[in-house]
């Protein structure tokens, strides 16, 4: 059992983490890496567990239910009472088109019903401010209550006794309750009415969404899940998507090992954009390729960083803040010195990620001979760095060295540009580029294939494994067939493979030997093994996979391969990545049952 039993409910501007008890624990505003107005996720400075969290207390609780509405992002949970009255909460971003334009305000709707007997309620609604270090002023009106921080205001409206709720007063439930949290702006209408109106249209949306989306035969409703789980991960204002909407949840218990990820990886981002793409998602792809165009804009030639905030910013500088941590296990990092790191496999996410514009004629804007020119830029600084040493794609703090996975990935650039010169009619820049792809194909053939083992290694003339490897037939460096590959594939398996689960590396890094397993490596072998023909033992570690998830069916980064627990920040874009991947490459087919 995980103890991230958490269901996510978001709009695309901001999102929240919603316990098995209807607590909402985690929800960071004005956006994905903004303060955590609520953070009982990662403890409270004060020690109090019920502070940093919205709660709703059934009085006698012994059981609780949770699940989203089919097809959509809204949460549904019922607590139940030992004297057999139970409540249902239904939980909500609200995201919906109101004249043409989208709506997706800053706010939660809460909507609390009583389903059978009398049952008796407590709401404990404690927001902080400032990574918890500052106590709001607390200001009330007849129908609503206002938090007031150092930076923001945030505001509750609801149709609750607000004596109760300020108090923190059990009472009895007669009737639904309604209750809006977002900014300091008064209502236009009463907030049951607002709420139920918004719960309408919003189950609408999503409705419509998942209808359009191109799904397998089999496992559809873990792809839905997926699907709409990497939407909620998108900031549709700038087009970024965050690798996962937490911090500092440890990849493994008591590591250190504890991150921020509530920014925009260009390596996860393009993972992201492909399994959309694959479900014929197109806005996701279309939405981040303005947020590539400014990052191109930026580079403007020079160094590209991994990593960005949500709005175009450089400087991610990490700092501790004063929580205790996930389970009491800090540190808490805000930040994350990542975006000083050279990773060089970053250049072909960004060519590769931006490829599809050039030959797909469904898109409203559709690239042309001058954003070839700005992705040049990227292939010629991929072409210079494909020997050179850098962190990795796993980001190794203290250690350099010339990556095979940063190699391949700057042949992808070099590769996609001469193929993307062939399409716009440029001869002679796809002579050019095919050129250094072959370069670049030449040399990780001979610097990285160790023949004393009988496979490509992580890094070059070196000899340890790396599960980024597995990538060299899903970006077309070699076909599957490739003796190389099989070979590759095989010594993996033989060295990081622990049960139906992948490690990334088993060889010692910056915090020791790793402890758990990294899922969307799990999703990568998934795919090679299918892709060499071991397609039943394929479907059956997805099967393991898949039972892995949560109650909601969502995934973190990582695994204890001896129990099953999820680790690491949640949820994990590479993770949901990892399921839609799969069951488009395991699935029959459709024919095979209509």
């Known amino acids: 059992m995980s103890s991230l039993d958490l269901a996510m409910i978001g709009n695309c501007s901001f999102a929240a983490l919603i316990d098995k008890n209807a ?138 006794p607000i004596t109760y709720v300020r108090s923190e007063t059990p009472f009895i439930l007669e009737r639904t309750l309604s209750f809006y949290f977002g900014p300091d702006e008064s209502l236009t209408d009463h907030p049951d009415t607002l709420c139920r109106a918004f719960e309408e249209k919003t189950e609408v949306y999503w409705q419509h969404w998942t209808r359009r989306l191109g799904l397998p035969l089999e496992w559809q ?25 937490t911090t500092s949840i440890p990849e493994a ?13 260009l390596r996860d981002a393009f993972f992201v954009v492909r399994a959309l793409n694959s479900l014929s998602e197109m806005e996701t792809m279309e939405n981040y390729l303005r947020y590539l165009s400014n990052i191109a804009a930026v580079m403007n030639g020079e160094h590209l960083q991994p990593v960005f905030g949500i709005g175009l910013e450089k400087d991610l500088i990490e700092t501790i803040v004063d929580l ?175 049960g139906n689960h992948l490690f990334r590396y088993n060889a010692a890094d910056d915090f020791g030997t790793p402890e758990n397993a990294f899922n969307i490596c799990t999703f990568w072998y998934i795919d090679a093994l299918a892709r060499i023909g071991r397609k039943e033992e394929a479907r059956e570690i997805y099967e393991t996979m898949l039972s892995c998830r949560n109650h909601v069916g969502l995934l973190s980064e990582d695994i204890d391969t001896a129990t099953g627990e999820l680790w690491g920040n949640f949820p994990q874009t590479y993770s949901m990545v990892g399921i839609i991947n799969g069951a488009m490459r395991l699935s029959k087919g459709w024919e095979s049952a209509i």
């Not at 700038?238 to 690798?243: F, K, N, R």
């Not at 218990?253 to 990886?265: G, K, L």
């Open 23 to 160: 607590r909402i624990t985690w929800c960071c505003l004005p956006r994905f890496d903004g303060d955590p107005v609520f953070h009982a996720l990662l403890g409270a400075p004060s020690g109090d567990d019920r502070d940093g969290a919205f709660s709703i207390e059934l009085e006698g609780q012994v059981r609780s239910e949770q699940e989203y509405v089919p097809n959509t992002a809204i949460v549904r949970t019922r607590l139940h009472a030992e004297d057999g009255s139970s409540v249902e909460i239904t939980d909500f971003a609200p995201r919906f088109y109101n004249n043409n334009r989208g709506f997706r305000p800053n706010a939660i709707a809460r909507r609390v019903r009583p389903v059978s007997g009398r049952p008796r309620v407590t709401f404990r609604i404690r927001p902080g401010f400032d990574y918890g270090r500052s106590k709001p002023e607390i200001t009330f009106g007849s129908n609503h209550i206002r938090w007031v921080g150092p930076d923001q205001v945030v505001r509750l409206t609801t149709n609750a």
């Open 324 to 498: 205790p941590g996930y389970r009491g296990m800090g540190p808490v990092r805000v930040g994350n010195q990542a975006y000083e790191h050279f990773q060089y496999d970053v250049y072909g996410n960004v060519v590769v990620g931006a490829a599809q514009a050039f030959f797909d004629e469904r898109l409203l804007h559709t690239f042309g001979e001058p954003e070839f020119r700005y992705l040049e830029t990227v292939g010629e600084r991929a072409y210079a760095m494909h020997d050179q040493p850098d962190a990795g794609m796993w980001e190794l703090r203290t250690r350099a060295r010339v990556h095979t996975s940063s190699s391949l990935m700057c042949w992808a650039a070099c590769d996609r540009l001469a193929k993307i010169a062939v399409k716009l009619e440029l001869e002679e820049r796809a002579r050019y580029w095919r050129e250094r792809a072959d370069q670049i194909h030449a040399t990780i053939c001979k610097r990285a294939w160790n023949p004393e083992i009988n496979s490509f290694v992580e890094s070059f003339e070196g000899r340890d494994m790396d599960a980024g490897l597995l990538l060299m037939a899903e970006v077309g460096f070699l076909p599957a067939s490739d003796p190389r590959f099989i070979a590759t594939v095989d010594r993996i398996g033989d060295r990081l493979r622990r």
């Open 253 to 265: 218990a008591n590591t250190e090992r504890n991150w921020d990820y509530r920014f925009c990886w």
């Open 221 to 245: 409703e873990a792809v839905i899940r997926a699907a709409i789980t990497l939407k909620l991960c998108t900031n549709e204002e700038t087009g970024a998507i965050v690798a996962a909407v």
